[in-house]
């Protein structure tokens, strides 16, 4: 079973940035979708961007044109890139990988975005 590390996460104020990162320890080049996942409190874990193994990409309408998710195969890393950062984005957030036989998630990282 792969493990899944997310960090990054912190606390920045409106219009800011961050980047998470989430270290597997195998590689990421055999699952099918990398993803990003959100859930604030009293609300359901939901998508936030995701990408597969040949480089689409695709994002929660929320975040379109503010976030991005990459990927570095070689460090068997994924990264989101959060810009323009709102009050509305503060959750935990938690990595992804799937296959048809793995569907693994990282522990979560804290996002805060409040002045």
């Known amino acids: 079973q792969v493990h899944l590390v997310e960090s990054g996460g912190g606390l920045v104020q409106p219009g800011g940035s961050l980047r998470l990162s989430c270290a597997a320890s195998?590689?990421?080049?055999?699952?099918?979708?990398m993803g990003w996942y959100r859930q604030a409190p009293g609300k359901q874990r939901e998508l936030v961007a995701r990408?597969?193994?040949?480089?689409?990409?695709n994002y929660a309408d929320s975040v379109r044109g503010r976030f991005t998710i990459s990927k570095d195969n070689a460090k068997n890393t994924v990264y989101l890139q959060m810009n323009s950062l709102k009050p509305e984005d503060t959750a935990a957030y938690y990595c992804?990988?799937?296959?048809?036989?793995?569907?693994?998630w990282g522990q979560g990282t804290q996002v805060t975005v409040s002045s």
């Open positions: 992804n990988a799937a296959n048809r036989l793995v569907d693994a």
């Open positions: 195998g590689s990421i080049s055999s699952f099918n979708t």
């Open positions: 990408i597969t193994s040949g480089g689409s990409k």
